[in-house]
Structure formats: structure tokens, C-alpha cells
């Protein structure tokens, strides 16, 4: 028996699966509540799923998702993923770095080495920091992406030594163009195997979708400069390894990703290109996230299980002050309404509606990636979030509107249930008046059509947008 003072509130529980997954049905939350908070949090980060997707289906009945031909293919699939994993505290980090670490199919045409990017991202994400940008530097999508395959010892490209230092790690301010140089000496010789061909290949499969070809890390001796190299005030025959473990030591690596955690995980910042101009929101809680990656040894997971314990992630002051991102509103909304059927086709029409809201998985815009907050909302996306969230949950044929049926609804206690299966939703009092307002008309009464209607209202709230 659990006692009364050890159960945790349902809606700390509902922020938590919230920020650390894509929110929680009724179900979830009600089962984690009977844990401690601290309980709560282990059991969300330690537990992962194994086969979230029924492989052996999607190969019979949806080829196209199996061996991921193109763009939607391969996003779909993920989507499919972070919709169906019964732990889904991978998928949400996987997003974390991809949003980081932007790599896209728009240039690399393949989408199995997009999908297995993810993959090293469920892999290492939650590892160690640095043995991630190792991983990362060697994963050939990201080679390709950033053309190091480019990066010779007599004629350096220095696309990926730039981006690993302004973008990946330490922020723009916080290292010299000297070092830029440097750094991209070490990584040279850091390319794919059959590099000609694969080159080839890669821009023939816009034209012939077919028979695609895994790319495979090379380290090429004979083309990597062993020569001394001067990067950020330390000196020696540097690879690619001893620059990133420089990388990782600095205090100015241990900000900008603290930065990132917290407008991911925390609460919207401004923009990453007005980071070297701007104050963070909140430099105390910046400041407990870089301690805990040097006490932690770099190691994610463990910086985030402090900081999800921490009351810079419990306050209600931070409940609500995220802008949920277009994957993560699709996928919350897709979850609460049952998951999808196997085969279908609106695992592609939710990849769909993720990137005209914006956010297109596998596919960013630009090596900046997504800036998040404010920058998700616009006209027409507004437009194609609120249509996505009441045609998914609103629909009468989805298992939200019989598990409402299923608990003896009236016009009392109607609307208490809607907010109680959409994850414990917590509505600001003048949402609820207005609601309420639209139940006590005469005209409303409890049938499927006016419920369907009840949870369109809700999930058109500003509320149900946030996070």
C-alpha cells in the first residue's frame, strides 16, 4: 500500500512526461503518481523500449516506411516510433540532438543514413558528451552534410570545423578563426568508405530510388594531416578525438549546452544567434546544469536526471512556458488518441503535418537547425496545428471520446474528464468559463457529436499548445 505523502502529484507527474516524453495519457500518469517524484523520474529515464515498432508488419504491409526511399519514408518511420514506444524518453533526446546536430536528407538523398543518425542518437545521446561528438564527427551522414569528406591534409575544408565549434559545442565568441583551421586539420582523413562512388551514387538516387547503398566510416591515414597543431591554447600532433576532448573541458561548452538543455527541456530562450548578445533566462539554473555536467563527467543522462529533480524543473513557474514544437504536438495529440493502425495512412499525413507546421522531420532547413519558441508560430502554421490536434482527437472514432463515454459523463463533470484523458490538462480559469459557458447551453447535450466538438475546443486552446 502506498501512502498518501509518498504518492506525487498528477500534475507534476503530467509536466514530467511532458518535457521528458510527449506527454501522458490518463493512464501513465495515474500509474506514476503512485510513485515518488524521484521514483517517478528514474523509472522515466532508466526503462526503454525494445520494439516500439512492429517491424515484421511494416515490412508486409508499408515497404516504403521498412526501407525508408524518401524524405516522409524515413521521418515517417520515426514518427511512428515516438508515437508507438511505450518509454518514449529516447525518442524525445534523439529529437534533442537533432534539433542540435541538424543534418538533412534535402542534400544526402538516402534516408537510411538519416534514420541511422537517429539511431547513434538513441545509441550515445545519453551517454557521455564527448564520446557523442566523436560518434558524431564519424557518423557519415554528418561527413556528407558537412562535406569533411572534403577535408584533405593539403587542402582543408573547414565547413565541419566551424560547425562543430559555433554550432555543436562551444557557440560562436568562444574560439578563433586560427582555431577553426586547426581543428579541421584534425579531421581530416575523417571520410566514408569508397568515397568516389559512393559521391556518384548519392546524386543518382534522386533519379533511381532503388538499391541504396549503407555508408560506412573511414579513417584514411594517408590523407589525415599527423602534423603539430595550436588549438585553443593547447599543443600536439592532435586528431579529431584530442581536438573534441579539448572541446569538451571548456567552461564555454558547458554554457552553450546548458543553454540548449534548458530551452529544450526547461523553458524557451531567444534565439541561438543572440546567445553571444543576450542573457539566459535564467542563469542560476544555467549555472546548476554546467556544474552538474563537470561533477557527472559530461555524462547526459545523469545531468538530466539532477535536473529534472532539481526545482528549476519542478517550479510551476516553468509549467507552460514552452511553445510545444510541431513533433512534439503531433505526437502528443497521436498518442492520446490511440497510436496508429498498421497499415495506414496517417502516420504519413502526421509527417506531413509536422512539417507545415514547420518542422520537418530528418529535414532542416539549414545546419542552424530550429530555433523553437516564438518561431513556431505564424499564421499558417497556427492554422495547421489547431486543425492537426481536433481532427486527430476530436474525431468520434478515436478511443479519447469512448474512454470519456465510459465514465457516466454529465454536463458536471463533463469537461473535468475531457482535460483528465488529454494528460490532466490544466486550463486557466477563463478557458474553463468559456467552456463551461458552451455546456450549459441548453442545446448541449452528451452525445458523441457535442463531445467531439467539447475536445476541439480544448485542444484549440493555448494551453493545450504549450508545454
Not at 511553445?323 to 498518442?335: A, D, F, G, W, Y
Request: hydrophobic share 35%.
Amino acid at each position: 500500500m502506498v501512502s498518501i505523502e509518498s504518492k506525487t502529484n498528477k500534475k507534476e507527474i503530467s509536466h514530467l512526461l511532458k518535457r521528458a516524453g510527449f506527454g501522458g495519457s490518463k493512464k501513465d500518469i495515474d500509474l506514476l503518481s503512485n510513485k515518488t517524484y524521484y521514483e517517478a523520474v528514474d523509472y522515466v529515464l532508466d526503462n526503454v523500449d525494445e520494439n516500439p515498432v512492429p517491424i515484421d508488419l511494416i515490412r508486409r504491409y508499408q515497404i516504403d516506411l521498412s526501407d525508408v526511399r524518401s524524405v516522409f519514408s524515413s521521418g515517417s518511420y520515426w514518427m511512428y516510433r515516438m508515437a508507438h514506444s511505450k518509454f518514449p524518453f529516447e525518442e524525445k533526446i534523439a529529437l534533442f540532438w537533432h534539433r542540435l546536430f541538424a543534418t538533412g536528407q534535402n542534400k544526402l538523398i538516402q534516408g537510411k543514413v538519416m534514420t541511422s543518425q537517429i539511431e547513434m542518437f538513441r545509441e550515445h545521446g545519453l551517454g557521455s558528451f564527448e564520446n557523442l561528438l566523436i560518434e558524431l564527427s564519424k557518423n557519415p551522414a554528418m561527413i556528407m552534410w558537412l562535406d569533411n569528406q572534403d577535408n584533405h591534409k593539403n587542402n582543408i575544408n573547414e565547413n565541419y570545423g566551424r560547425e562543430i565549434l559555433e554550432l555543436f559545442s562551444m557557440g560562436a565568441g568562444n574560439y578563433s578563426e586560427e582555431d577553426i583551421k586547426e581543428c579541421s586539420r584534425a579531421f581530416t582523413g575523417w571520410t566514408i568508405e569508397n568515397m568516389p562512388y559512393m559521391a556518384i551514387k548519392m546524386r543518382n538516387n534522386t533519379a533511381r530510388p532503388y538499391n541504396y547503398v549503407a555508408w560506412q566510416f573511414k579513417f584514411d591515414k594517408d590523407d589525415h594531416d599527423f602534423g603539430i597543431k595550436e588549438f585553443l591554447g593547447e599543443k600536439g600532433d592532435f586528431n579529431g578525438e584530442d581536438i573534441i576532448r579539448i572541446i569538451c573541458s571548456q567552461k564555454a561548452t558547458a554554457i552553450y549546452l546548458a543553454r540548449h538543455i534548458y530551452h529544450f527541456f526547461i523553458q524557451d530562450e531567444s534565439p541561438v544567434p543572440q546567445w553571444p548578445h543576450t542573457k539566459a533566462v535564467d542563469d542560476k539554473a544555467i549555472n546548476f546544469i554546467v556544474n552538474s555536467y563537470f561533477k557527472n563527467s559530461y555524462n547526459i543522462k545523469e545531468v538530466l536526471r539532477e535536473l529534472f529533480k532539481s526545482q528549476y524543473f519542478r517550479s510551476e513557474k516553468i509549467y507552460n512556458k514552452r511553445i510545444k514544437s510541431p513533433s512534439e504536438l503531433v505526437v502528443n495529440s497521436v498518442r492520446l488518441s490511440g497510436g496508429f493502425d498498421i497499415p495506414s495512412e496517417e502516420v504519413y499525413k502526421a509527417t506531413m503535418s509536422s512539417a507545415l507546421m514547420g518542422q520537418p522531420l530528418l529535414n532542416p532547413t539549414s545546419v542552424e537547425g530550429w530555433q523553437g519558441g516564438e518561431e513556431w508560430i505564424n499564421t499558417g502554421s497556427v492554422i495547421e496545428r489547431i486543425n492537426f490536434c481536433s481532427n486527430v482527437l476530436g474525431s468520434p472514432e478515436k478511443k479519447i471520446i469512448s474512454k470519456i463515454f465510459s465514465r457516466n459523463a454529465n454536463k458536471t463533470n463533463i469537461l473535468s474528464f475531457c482535460c483528465e484523458e488529454l494528460g490532466y490538462l490544466d486550463l486557466h480559469e477563463t478557458t474553463i468559463k468559456e467552456l463551461e459557458n458552451y455546456i450549459n447551453e441548453d442545446e448541449f447535450i452528451i452525445n458523441s457529436e457535442n463531445v467531439s466538438i467539447l475536445i476541439k475546443l480544448i485542444v484549440s486552446s493555448r494551453e493545450f499548445q504549450m508545454v
